[in-house]
């Protein structure tokens, strides 16, 4: 296993788009959510939006360029028919699997807990200044609150099942287009064929679903009581998703030629 993990982390470490991506992802996220918390206004108490939300809205976006590299992860092998050497050196595919699946988690979780940070951050010095104060009811967005610790902490394990969801997926594919427009699909589809719903009871079954919908609400710092699922519970749902796209893959990888 020792040998899958330092032969994938090379694979990864010298491919010349990863470092990119890997910037793209804390970049975007940063920007996004620094823009979110310029836009956003409090003029007064019970102005019903959740500042910790606000400050995490960049992981909508970041979360793209996270599925770009779990599925590059795979499928540049594949393209190049690097897969039958990797195959051959260590033939155990479910280890191959495995060993990319840690490797690419690690790297994600690095890159998602910079890009919460830098989030985080600019909601602490943006957010006061358009009305989220004590006096309007909202705490300061800091690592000490429960809450905000964990929407920090859950937006980087939110990146990083997107990265395994990913990573199944382009397993059982194979084709990198194919698995980048499937798992976005899944992720950005799904919410808006939610909101066009007209049944109520419909639309918040769609909504715990979603691996999207569902495993954000782990980002909620208020109104937990009015979302389709408890934070934990939401982002168990994208865990059962990234589960069952990382054993899709994994049969298929066993049972198909290289």
Do not use: N
Request: aromatic letters at 4%; glycine letters at 10%.
């Amino acid at each position: 296993m020792s040998t899958g993990l330092r032969a994938e982390w090379t694979k990864l470490r010298t491919s010349p788009g990863t470092a990119w991506l890997l910037l793209a992802v804390v970049a975007v996220t940063v920007a996004v959510s620094a823009a979110a918390a310029a836009a956003a206004r409090c003029p007064a108490t019970g102005c019903g939006q959740d500042p910790g939300k606000i400050s995490f809205t960049g992981v909508d976006l970041g979360q793209a360029a996270v599925a770009i590299v779990a599925v590059l992860a795979v499928s540049t092998e594949y393209s190049t028919g690097m897969i039958r050497t990797t195959l051959a050196a260590m033939p155990g595919r479910v280890t191959v699997l495995t060993a990319k699946a840690a490797v690419v988690t690690a790297l994600i979780v690095a890159a998602g807990a910079l890009a919460a940070a830098g989030s985080l951050l600019a909601g602490w010095l943006i957010l006061p200044g358009h009305g989220f104060t004590r006096a309007h009811g909202f705490a300061p967005l800091t690592l000490a609150d429960g809450p905000v610790l964990r929407a920090t902490a859950g937006s980087v394990l939110y990146l990083a099942l997107i990265a395994l969801l990913s990573l199944g997926a382009a397993a059982a594919v194979r084709d990198a287009a194919v698995a980048i427009g499937l798992v976005l699909g899944v992720l950005y589809l799904l919410p808006i064929v939610a909101a066009v719903v007209s049944d109520a009871a419909v639309q918040r079954h769609l909504l715990q679903a979603a691996p999207m919908t569902s495993g954000l609400d782990i980002q909620a710092t208020t109104g937990l009581h009015s979302l389709p699922l408890a934070p934990w519970q939401g982002l168990a749902v994208l865990a059962a998703w990234a589960a069952g796209a990382l054993l899709a893959g994994g049969l298929l990888l066993r049972v198909r030629d290289a």
